[in-house]
Each structure stands twice: as C-alpha cells, then as structure tokens.
C-alpha cells in the first residue's frame, strides 16, 4: 500500500504549501459564514484522519486533545456536537501552532499506520475519501484566502507561484452542435468518485449547441454597460431581489475606481483583463448574463455529453440543473452517508474544474453544488442555446 502512503504524504504537503505565504494573523479571520479561516481548514481535514482512520482502527491511538472533535468537525452529525459554522472565525485559540502540531501528530501516525495495517477494501476507500475531501479543502482555501485578503482595504498580493496556473484567454464566439437522442451520464471508470456522481443513467436530449469557451470579462462588461444589473427582465425573481438588497453591480472583486473598472486577484489590485474569463459570479448573475445574450445556461447532463468538444477546467461552470440525486442513489451508513446526500436541496450544480482545483481531481462527471446567490468560488459561465 505504499502508493496510498505517497498519496498521503503529497496531498497532505500541499495543503500546508498552499498556506506558506500566509501571516499569521491572516491564518484566523473569518468575514462571512461561508469562508472558513485557513486555520480550521488544516484543522478540519487533519480531524477527519483522526476522526475516521486513527481513532477506530488504530490500536493504542493518543487523541491529541479531545476537546478538537467540537473545534473540528464541521456538519456531521453522526459525530456530535460542533462549533457553528458562524464561530470558526471566533476561535483564537487553538493556536496556528497547535493546529500545525495537531497535523503533524495525526501524520506521523498516519504514516506508521499505512505500513503497519492489515487492510481492507473498506479501510482504503475511507482514507482515500479523506484524500479527496482534503484535495476539496485546498480549492476552498484558495477561494477563502482570497475572499479573506480581497476584502482587506489594501488589497494584498498572496505570492502563490506555480501552484496557481495563470488562467488561458479564448474568444468565445464558436458553438458545438449536438445532435439530440438518447446518452449516458455518470461515472463509470476506474479510479475514485463521490457518491453523487455514482449511478450512471440514460438522458434524452434534444438538439442543441454549446459554447466552445467561456464568457470572458469583456463580454460580460458588455453586460454591464447595457444596464445588465438595473433591468430585471434578465433575472430570476429571487435573482432580482438578491441584486437589489445587496446592491450588486458586477462580479466579486470588481471594484470601480477613478472611472475605471479594477480586478482584485492574487497580484493584488489589477486592471480588467477583458480576454480573461469572467470569474466569481452567482448563478443568478450567470443565468441573467445568459438571458441577455438571448442563450440558456447548459443543463448539466448537456455539459457532460459536450464535455469532450471544448476546453474545460478554467472556471467551475454553473450549469441549469438543480442539485439532486441520481436515479438509485443511497447514502452510505454512518457519518460518511452525511457528505453528499444531505446537501440535495436549494443548490445548483456547477460542472468542470477551475485552476484552483488541485492536480488529478478533476473528471468530467464531478458534480459541483453551491448555493445561487455565491460568488466567492471560481465560476464562471458558458452559454448553451
């Protein structure tokens, strides 16, 4: 099993690689619900080791303090009781420190553990669902440390490098014809898969065409130069009241200053860069931007099928499905039957990837689910007619 501990000790790496260039103070802030402090993130996935490997099957385990699993846990119910979502940011204590020596205690136990074991299908797969929970932690941490730094006054570059590929530029004017009838959608591979995208199924579709790029920001200023957030015949209801309690006006991160329209990314404040796709917009402001095009955005049993003509990975694409389970689904026992199935209600799916999605964790079939009105991910739209 030495390729499961090499698997470990990489994605574990990079969790702490992707938190290297943090200050310490940045490392605890918390400016909305949904952004969690990088320090709970770390937290929470070396927690779910701990939690679901160590504790239950390996003898003579030492908790490292048994106070974490309240700190730590973050919607398992099975489990027990938690710290609200709402209070990560209040949690000064445990320290950065103490959390980097929580990691460090639950890894080289972990490490003595994966060469020492008798194991198990049920063993690997449950370490291995660890592994791709932490990989989607280190998406949102990207996504939270720019939320954090991004709502800092002084716009604050996060020197990131290679870990963070420069985003590609591409017109988006061609379209890919699909002809209609009857496909399958849903895993069906080697290698490892959620839950959710389990129970693989037949779709009719009927005729339609496809967007072979991404809207880019200068299309989308397009948007709104001709009054695309101040004319609610392209928004949803529930859209429409969303733009206007919050006075919403373009993406996140775009800030309007001296007549000119600026970007906030990992380089610190930036002009629009109006080749790039446009990113960090709500599904609301997706389907909108697709009403005014006179286009749809594309369902996501469309965006699978098409998904071998185009390009994809840059942004995570907002599709027009709701987020709901596949004929047959059923959630596993236990704790881990939380993970997915629970969440099946009021989100819409987003399928593809983007570049804050870490290598090999990505797949055509991923099902991506947020809320409509969330901005902070990296999203994006491609139009579907």
């Known amino acids: 099993m030495n390729y499961l501990l090499e698997k470990y000790k990489n994605v574990r790496a990079h969790s702490e690689t992707i938190c290297a260039p943090l200050l310490t103070e940045d490392y605890v802030v918390q400016p909305v619900a949904e952004v969690s402090p990088p320090k709970w993130h770390l937290g929470h996935t070396t927690w779910f080791f701990e939690t679901f490997v160590l504790k239950p099957f390996f003898h003579g385990y ?193 800030h309007w200053i001296d007549g000119a329209w600026m970007n906030y990314t990992f380089d610190g404040l930036q002009p629009i860069n109006t080749d790039e796709a446009v990113c960090h917009v709500s599904f609301y402001e997706a389907s909108a931007y697709a009403a005014w095009k006179g286009k749809r955005l594309p369902t996501e049993a469309e965006w699978e099928v098409a998904s071998d003509h185009f390009h994809w990975g840059q942004r995570w694409e907002w599709t027009g499905s709701a987020y709901l389970p596949y004929p047959g689904f059923k959630k596993a026992a236990g704790a881990i039957g939380e993970y997915n199935g629970k969440f099946m209600v009021n989100q819409m799916v987003l399928r593809g990837a983007s570049a804050a999605t870490p290598p090999g964790h990505s797949r055509k079939t991923y099902r991506n689910f947020f809320h409509a009105l969330h901005q902070w991910q990296f999203t994006g739209i491609r139009l579907a007619e």
């Open 62 to 254: 030492t908790e490292f303090d048994s106070q974490y699993n309240f700190v730590f846990n973050s919607y398992y119910e099975t489990v027990g009781a938690r710290v609200i979502r709402t209070d990560r940011g209040n949690l000064s204590r445990p320290s950065v420190a103490e959390v980097y020596a929580y990691r460090n205690h639950v890894d080289t136990n972990m490490e003595t553990f994966l060469t020492r074991v008798d194991w198990n299908k049920d063993l690997s797969d449950t370490i291995t669902l660890g592994l791709n929970h932490e990989q989607q932690h280190q998406e949102l941490l990207f996504s939270d440390i720019k939320y954090i730094l991004g709502h800092n006054p002084l716009f604050p570059e996060f020197k990131i490098g290679k870990h963070f590929p420069a985003f590609e530029s591409k017109s988006s004017s061609a379209y890919h014809s699909i002809k209609g009838g009857v496909y399958e959608i849903g895993f069906n591979d080697q290698g490892f898969s959620f839950d959710n995208e389990h129970g693989r199924h037949k779709v009719y579709l009927g005729d339609y065409s496809i967007c072979e790029a991404l809207v880019t920001n200068g299309e989308y200023l397009e948007f709104i130069h001709d009054g695309g957030y101040t004319d609610f015949r392209h928004w949803h209801a529930e859209g429409w009241d969303w733009v206007n309690k919050n006075k919403i006006k373009s993406p996140l991160y775009w």
